[in-house]
């Protein structure tokens, strides 16, 4: 009896050409690749120094807006009404203190100086004459008294009416800059109605506020971080003072921060303040040891004699190093600052 797959060929029975196509077709479907090498870069080795990536203390931080403002700052008013006759101030002028920056027409005040001045010249005469009739047993001294008291107050008064006519001057309070110029010539000031406003560039404060749940965070004296965009790097600042209440609209506490002195900063600019919130650990290299390669992150691992780039994916900036958030384990050595034209796979030579 013959088998199914099989053909008779003379003595001997051979497998059909099913059967060797089928042992073919099982052998081709077996996964096999051949083993390829990569070729890795030659030449002279590369001296570079190493860092151990490692956990590292940080503070948490949480960034609260805020707005620079000058520490001393005025609002011009008028102690007395009349019209505005002079008004000299104009915005980013550089005053003194006792500058005039206002002149008010005020010749009613003028009018009362001057009958002031009549008053206190008659009680002058009347109690010279008194004092000549007491003299001569004239008068008596009781009425000598009254002239004096007279005399007194006519001379109150014209010191009055001189203090209130010095006020037709309206004066720069203390050195400064004019900020605001609110009042033109002709206009009517009085009492309360701001003319000018002014401030001193020389000390600057940061002034943010602060929620209820951050203000435990925050001590008098404490140095902070804080950014202003238009100011060259990180300031910092000095808590000065602490509002003890909290604004009823807001729920917030004012806190005011002493700034140093720094170029480009000026008030009413915008920045934040890093208020610290909690204690972390975190990895961090160098931020020269980071390569950018459009949307591509990489820094240098060194192993085995050699630089193999790793791909990173990072986090934020803080100060001279940056966060790694993945790419990179603890341990690990790290280029701290990658040579030009560095190549994965380049051998190095590590510098003791």
Not at 192 to 216: A, C, H, M, Q
Not at 223 to 234: D, H, L, N, Q, Y
Request: proline share 6%; hydrophobic share 45%; with cysteine.
């Amino acid at each position: 009896m013959k088998m199914k797959n099989e053909i008779w060929n003379g003595d001997a029975w051979k497998p059909s050409l099913l059967v060797v196509a089928a042992a073919v077709t099982l052998t081709g479907c077996g996964k096999h690749e051949p083993e390829t090498h990569e070729v890795l870069p030659q030449g002279p080795a590369v001296a570079v120094s190493v860092i151990t990536v490692a956990k590292q203390p940080h503070e948490a931080t949480e960034e609260i807006v805020g707005t620079v403002r000058s520490k001393q700052q005025a609002v011009v008013e008028a102690k007395v009404s009349g019209r505005v006759e002079q008004s000299l101030a104009v915005p980013g002028q550089t005053v003194k203190a006792g500058d005039l920056l206002v002149q008010l027409d005020v010749r009613e005040i003028e009018a009362k100086v001057e009958s002031a001045k009549a008053m206190l010249e008659q009680a002058d005469r009347e109690l010279a004459r008194y004092r000549q009739l007491v003299s001569q047993n004239a008068a008596t001294r009781q009425e000598l008294e009254a002239n004096e008291a007279r005399q007194k107050v006519a001379a109150a008064s014209v010191a009055e009416a001189e203090t209130m006519l010095g006020y037709a001057r309206v004066t720069a309070p203390f050195d400064g800059v004019v900020t605001r110029k609110l009042a033109e010539v002709g206009d009517l000031a009085m009492p309360g109605k701001p003319l000018v406003e002014i401030e001193s560039p020389k000390g600057l404060r940061f002034e943010t506020d602060l929620p209820e749940e951050l203000l435990e965070k925050v001590s008098l004296g404490e140095k902070m971080a804080i950014r202003v965009p238009s100011a060259e790097g990180e300031l910092e600042g000095t808590v000065s003072e602490i509002a003890p209440v909290a604004d009823p609209v807001s729920r917030t506490f004012r806190v005011k921060l002493d700034l140093p002195a720094a170029k480009g900063l000026r008030t009413g600019q915008f920045g934040r303040v890093a208020v610290p919130v909690a204690e972390s650990k975190l990895l961090a290299v160098p931020v020269k040891a980071v390569v950018k390669r459009g949307q591509l992150e990489e820094v240098f691992v060194v192993a085995d004699g050699r630089a193999w780039m790793r791909l990173v994916k990072t986090g934020k900036e803080l100060g001279d190093r940056i966060e790694i958030l993945s790419g990179l384990e603890v341990g690990e050595q790290v280029v701290p600052e990658v040579p030009d034209r560095m190549l994965d796979g380049q051998p190095v030579e590590v510098k003791p």
